[in-house]
């Protein structure tokens, strides 16, 4: 059982480059989620999803863009990368909550740096 | 405006005594709360959460412990280990519109407990 893998684990980029990072679960999850975590900033969400073909914007959802095509895989895409997106990224999914507060209960995947020069 | 609040930056304890780790929120609306445990180059792993209908969840070396009057809540690690010095982070959640899916997260706390 993989839990929530992520790819790439690092990556650098020139200004104005694209690129997407993928997540997957293998949990059979509704919800799914994009963090940022920088120095001193703690964990921000970007943007997330309650279910297949849903997303919504989380707290610094500027600059990215997600898709979520397959209940499994949670896409993160930046079209022109900047600066300021260099950080560490960190995917988690969490269950349906049918009975006591089982949705509220994150999983995280082991992140991806990211260099953006 | 920061929901959640960890002031301590980072605490260091001795091997075997008590750690407390702070956390306080502002948000009224939240009422499930939870601390996760992050070692280096890895991702956040759940440790234990606490309904606001309870003021005290025990498992293990852990306890949490909350205050709703006061909107605190402390992590205690009785006896502290070597293996847990790790950055802890304090989340929140709430059903306010249906949001209890979402988790606000504080800034960390960097515990280390030294042999």
């Known amino acids: 059982n993989a839990g929530v893998t992520q790819t790439p684990k690092f990556r650098v980029l020139k200004t104005g480059q694209s690129m997407t990072l993928l997540c997957a679960q293998d949990m059979n999850h509704e919800y799914m989620y994009w963090y940022r975590q920088d120095p001193g900033m703690g964990l921000r969400l970007i943007h997330y999803s309650v279910g297949e073909g849903t997303t919504a914007k989380g707290e610094v959802p500027d600059g990215y863009n997600v898709s979520r095509l397959k209940k499994q895989n949670f896409l993160l895409g930046l079209e022109s990368a900047a600066p300021s997106q260099t950080s560490v990224y960190f995917c988690?999914?969490?269950?349906?909550?049918?009975?006591?507060?089982?949705?509220?209960?994150?999983?995280f995947g082991p992140g991806t740096r990211l260099t953006v020069l | 405006d920061q929901q959640v609040k960890q002031n301590s930056p980072s605490l260091s304890v001795q091997e075997g005594r008590i750690s407390i780790l702070n956390c306080d929120y502002t948000n009224s609306m939240f009422d499930y709360f939870l601390w996760y445990k992050k070692y280096p180059a890895e991702g956040p792993t759940f440790l234990i959460s606490i309904s606001s209908i309870k003021d005290k969840n025990e498992d293990g070396r852990f306890t949490v412990f909350l205050n709703k009057s006061a909107k605190h809540l402390s992590l205690h690690i009785v006896p502290s280990q070597p293996g847990d010095s790790a950055v802890y982070f304090c989340?929140?959640?709430?059903?306010?519109?249906?949001?209890?899916?979402?988790?606000?997260f504080g800034k960390g706390t960097l515990l280390t407990v030294n042999p």
């Open positions: 989340a929140a959640s709430g059903r306010s519109g249906g949001s209890n899916y979402k988790l606000t």
């Open positions: 988690a999914s969490s269950p349906l909550g049918t009975s006591g507060r089982t949705a509220d209960t994150q999983y």
